[in-house]
């Protein structure tokens, strides 16, 4: 493994001969966003090396094409977080080129940073057309280092994702600054990280990608199939984030017991403002039955840790179903919300041998349910883009 790691990151393998590769524009960049500062570290850094592994089938771009695999990471080493491209020189071999390190002291979960070195992506890979992935830990809406210390009433901040641990502590990128951080519109932003599929989320990242790939619940360590990754992103005429999502669930309906436990759904952006406009509607029309709805009745995409029931992350469409909507608004939420839907789908249940539960219903999207949570994160969700838009929480 640590042999792997140090390909990856080599500065040795430049090669004359595909110069070229650095001083032109790019049709199609793929940009890995892997923040790996954490108990991920080794499975990330796994990913990382599965792109590069042309014998096991993964394609990896020749530096004279007009494409780009990019890596965007950082591990626990010495260095900064690093710019990677994976591109194969004239004679076939693979080239690990480390093409920018940031200062060690920067974060990549601090979204300052994360512009930046974005900005260095767009510089050295010039394109019309982006897409990420972004890989590390995610906690979707929840405030920053709340999902696991759920009783901490200080310093509460607004949704997460990624994480970084070193010897100040930990930190998370919230979701609210996340569009900050990104300098370009991108096709599309693929989340190989747990709990981000909620409209919370996606709606505060509409404006920043045409289509958003996100699970609703936690996710096996495995995450994505990074083999065929850039396969479906570089090869086709167009990327095909929904072939991404087919591979990520066909991996896990190939396994048998706890491990075959997942679900994917892939959100076109444009449709969303649709589905806030019924949502508010509706809403109001059903705000009583909102109020007193049973949370032990609707759908649940968390597991009970002991510590607190996580009452965060609800099938959407099973919150209208369950406050009462009568047939005719009941089937236009519903189809407000499958027009946002590319594609969805799940294994049987999830972890059910771990506190976990069976997908009754999955409409892809889960979303919080009023009331039912901390006050203090009613209080902050007032300040969302899809709470601004529903008037969900009052």
């Known amino acids: 493994m640590n042999n792997r790691f140090l390909l990856i990151l080599s500065l040795c393998l430049l090669v004359c001969s595909c110069d070229d590769h650095k001083n032109r524009d790019y049709d199609r960049v793929c940009i890995l966003y892997s923040v790996a500062k954490n108990s991920l570290n080794y499975d990330l850094r796994e990913d990382v090396y599965d792109l590069s592994e042309v014998s096991a089938g993964a394609y990896v771009p020749y530096c004279n094409s007009h494409q780009a695999m990019v890596v965007v990471g950082h591990f626990k080493t010495p260095q900064g977080a690093f710019i990677l491209n994976i591109y194969r020189n004239k004679s076939g071999q693979v080239v690990r080129d480390t093409t920018f390190y940031e200062d060690p002291t920067a974060k990549l979960t601090d979204p300052e940073v994360m512009r930046n070195i974005l900005l260095q992506v767009k510089q050295k890979f010039p394109s019309q057309h982006y897409g990420m992935v972004l890989s590390s830990h995610g906690s979707g809406w929840i405030p920053a280092g709340k999902y696991n210390t759920p009783t901490d009433r200080e310093s509460l901040l607004l949704y997460s994702f990624g994480q970084e641990v070193d010897e100040s502590g930990s930190t998370e990128m919230d979701i609210t600054d996340l569009p900050h951080g990104i300098p370009f519109h991108l096709d599309y932003m693929l989340f190989d990280a747990c709990l981000m599929g909620n409209i919370e989320t996606v709606y505060e990242l509409k404006d920043v990608a045409d289509q958003i790939g996100v699970s609703a619940t936690e996710e096996l360590t495995d995450g994505f199939d990074y083999l065929r990754l850039a396969s479906r992103l570089l090869i086709p005429e167009k990327p095909s984030p929904t072939d991404v999502c087919k591979d990520y669930i066909e991996q896990y309906k190939a396994r048998r017991g706890d491990e075959r436990s997942a679900c994917i759904c892939l959100v076109e952006t444009s449709a969303l403002p649709e589905l806030a406009a019924v949502c508010k509607e509706l809403f109001a029309k059903y705000r009583q039955n909102l109020d007193k709805l049973n949370p032990d009745k609707v759908q649940r995409f968390f597991r009970p840790d002991g510590t607190s029931d996580h009452n965060w992350f609800f099938d959407m469409e099973d919150i209208a179903r369950q406050a ?54 009613d209080s902050f969700y007032k300040k969302l883009q899809w709470n601004k838009a529903t008037d969900y929480v009052k």
């Open 324 to 377: 009462g909507m009568d047939a005719s608004d009941f089937s236009r939420i519903s189809g407000a919300i499958g027009r946002c839907i590319i594609y969805k789908d799940n294994t049987e249940s999830f972890l059910p041998g771990l506190n976990g539960f069976k997908f009754e219903h999955f409409c892809g999207l889960g979303m919080y349910l009023q009331n039912c949570g901390l006050e203090e994160f």
